[in-house]
């Protein structure tokens, strides 16, 4: 199965422009490393922080366009690997992805659960509801919602009260970063199903990389490397999408930041390329 790599250019819910500029970083990398061109779908909006209802109606098409690139390339026998500024386009992928699979879990790796509501919300940010908004827990208005059930949250430590009664409801299955069995209790919560993973890179500690919402405790580097090169071991990668790359100005921090990130991404683009069979 090939490999199709999409840098969603476009703007979901973008509020500074160090997200958008890190996933630039990061495609031409991951394309050298899987040997495909990356494709680039729309243009850069400009950063701000607006309410998520204003933010899910101009960003509409940008989210649509994310689903629609995981449904293509599912139903052309490849894999999705997306790279977005923001967890926002899960509105859509999540939905995309499950309907071709529906036997798959979703692994959502993230230092936040991003399951508030409209009626749970301190910030009123889209892309810290866009998880409860993918499970159904309010309506986008964009795609089918996801079963909560197939969803696996790990490396999660920052929660506002009402996204943690939520989750505390719902039958999806939340790891913290701090447990010291993470990567057992994450191999056990997916039991072998194929996964479709969501990788936002503030699931690292951010004394190790820059995040715009830091959340002390997170993954070392070299643990979250681990973890996913166990998934890979016993799960099917059915695809990839990987958001909040917030790159440092700064050349030099920016390419230090982007040699970590592509580090913990080794076992998944091994997956993907299926050097990890050829190994085996």
Same mark, same amino acid.
């Given at each position: ?41 729309? =243009? ?43 967890? =926002? ?16 879990? %979703? ?156 580090? %913990? ?16």
């Amino acid at each position: 199965m090939n490999v199709s790599v999409v840098l969603l250019r476009c703007r979901t819910s973008d509020r500074t422009p160090a997200a958008g500029r890190g996933a630039e970083t990061l495609a031409p990398l991951v394309g050298a490393a899987l040997g495909v061109e990356p494709r680039v779908i729309g =243009s850069a909006g400009e950063p701000r922080a607006a309410r998520y209802d204003d933010d899910l109606r101009d960003s509409r098409g940008c989210l649509l366009e994310a689903g629609g690139q995981v449904d293509d390339a599912l139903s052309g026998g490849k894999r999705p690997l997306l790279l977005g500024g923001d967890c =926002s386009l899960c509105l859509t992928t999540l939905a995309a992805a499950l309907r071709h699979r529906p036997e798959a879990r %979703v692994l959502w790796l993230d230092g936040h659960g991003d399951y508030n509501t409209p009626e749970t919300t301190e910030s009123g940010f889209l892309g810290g509801m866009c998880l409860a908004g993918a499970c159904g827990e309010w309506d986008a208005g964009l795609a089918e919602p996801v079963r909560p059930e197939r969803v696996v949250l790990a490396g999660v430590r920052n929660l506002d009260d009402g996204e943690r009664q939520l989750l505390e409801r719902s039958p999806a299955t939340v790891i913290g970063a701090s447990a010291v069995e993470t990567l057992v209790a994450v191999k056990n919560a997916l039991d072998g199903a194929p996964a479709f993973v969501h990788l936002d890179l503030d699931v690292i500690d951010p004394e190790h990389f820059p995040a715009q919402f830091p959340a002390p405790g997170g993954l070392h580097p070299d643990k979250l490397y681990d973890l996913l090169d166990s998934v890979t071991e016993d799960c099917e990668l059915v695809g990839l999408e990987v958001t909040a790359f917030e790159a440092p100005e700064d050349e030099r921090a920016r390419r230090v930041a982007a040699e970590t990130a592509m580090h %913990v991404l080794e076992p998944l683009l091994d997956a993907l390329s299926g050097e990890r069979q050829s190994r085996e």
